[in-house]
């Protein structure tokens, strides 16, 4: 009986030690010098104030989880785009037309891995009546069918630039902000780097940015498996009769790990050597050196999947580059009450929003062009 009661003991020590328990911290900012940045810190002011996850979200596997869920689902119309190959992508515009006008900014939201809705419905309707919310849904994700035997890798940016120029085109007088969660950070932030002044997409954010890919594809845990088997059911299922003239389809099912799916669904498609030669051509810090748009990186220390140490601290000494990380948050998670409210997407409208008035305050001019 002693040793139960002791047993019983440790573990509620152990549990309230290691994530019940509410610890309030300061978010470190790391960013170089410019007037940029100083107008941000002053303007948004959550980025001095305490994060503190709900009681009970200071484990960083139930955090990561508990954000999956989604008790209010938005209203969403879709838009399905045509690409010059015969591929097919499409928009999910958040239905809030009514409070809007023809130059209202536009925010586009790139999904992580799996496409889904899940996790990012928060920061859409932060930014419902503020900005003209579109979801991109890359070739085969979210419901959209392949009507070719082509897939995006990680960081292939042409069917995403094929959006943002025809998105462009629908409203001209429209400034443009990025918003990238996980794995879709690799997309906006090769996109941002190849397009660099012509990107048409200004103010930027990462959340739960993985930097580097490879070391993301490796992490060997459960979460691995869950992205695995989301993979597998709703992306090449549903694609398996327009797959299988460039994908061993048996191979890909029987695959145990990340890098060998990829390897088995996206090397003959790319004509990929290895998986080497896959990631030389997706790295998405491979042009972050040429970025001329302002980007907010969002991570958490804690971060099961894009674990803290893969963050390049040096890189954030950039003027137009800042990193915002907190000691709680789970992976893309930053929930901050019980309404699973995120505090990332409030601080990634936040800034945004500030970095737009930053320029039609008069000051220098970091709107990328065409």
């Known amino acids: 009986m002693i040793f139960v009661v002791i047993c019983v003991g440790c573990l509620a020590v152990y549990t309230y030690y290691a994530g019940f328990r509410r610890r309030k911290s300061i978010p470190k900012l790391f960013y170089g010098d410019s007037k940029l940045h100083e107008y941000i810190i ?18 960083r596997h139930v955090h990561t989880i508990i954000c999956c869920l989604e008790f209010s689902p938005l209203n969403y119309k879709r838009e399905n785009v045509h690409l010059p190959d015969g591929g097919l992508v499409s928009l999910d515009w958040l239905d809030n037309e009514a409070c809007l006008t023809d130059t209202s900014p536009v925010l586009v939201v790139i999904p992580g891995v799996g496409g889904g809705k899940e996790g990012i419905n928060k920061v859409c309707k932060m930014a419902a009546g503020r900005f003209r919310v579109v979801v991109f849904n890359r070739r085969g994700h979210c419901g959209s069918l392949l009507t070719t035997p082509r897939l995006q890798c990680f960081g292939e940016t042409s069917d995403f630039r094929y959006c943002v120029e025809h998105i462009h085109r629908k409203f001209p007088n429209a400034a443009m902000a990025g918003v990238a969660y996980s794995a879709g ?4 932030s090769r996109y941002l780097g190849e397009y660099a002044g012509r990107s048409y997409i200004g103010p930027s954010v990462f959340i739960g940015s993985g930097f580097d890919l490879p070391e993301f594809e490796a992490m060997g845990t459960v979460y691995e498996k869950f992205i695995l088997h989301m993979l597998k059911t709703s992306l090449v299922k549903p694609n398996e009769h327009i797959l299988k003239p460039v994908v061993d389809i048996k191979a890909v099912y029987n695959s145990k790990s990340i890098e060998e799916f990829e390897g088995h669904l996206y090397f003959k498609m790319h004509g990929f050597k290895d998986v080497d030669d896959m990631w030389l051509h997706n790295d998405p810090m491979a042009n972050v050196d040429s970025v001329v748009s302002p980007v907010l990186c969002i991570n958490s220390l804690d971060d099961p999947i894009c674990v803290a140490g893969n963050i390049p601290y040096d890189h954030f000494q950039r003027p137009n580059w800042m990193l915002v ?12 009450n019980y309404k699973l409210e ?27 062009k065409c």
Do not use: M
Request: charged share 25%; hydrophobic share 35%; proline share 8%.
């Open 325 to 336: 990380t907190t000691e709680k948050g789970g992976h893309c998670g930053f929930i901050e």
């Open 185 to 188: 950070t690799a997309i906006l």
């Open 42 to 59: 002053n303007k948004v002011p959550r980025l001095k104030e305490p994060y503190t996850p709900p009681w009970g979200l200071g484990n």
């Open 342 to 368: 995120s505090w990332a997407g409030k601080l990634a409208v936040d800034y945004i929003d500030a970095v737009l008035e930053y320029q039609d305050a008069g000051e220098e001019d970091i709107t990328p």
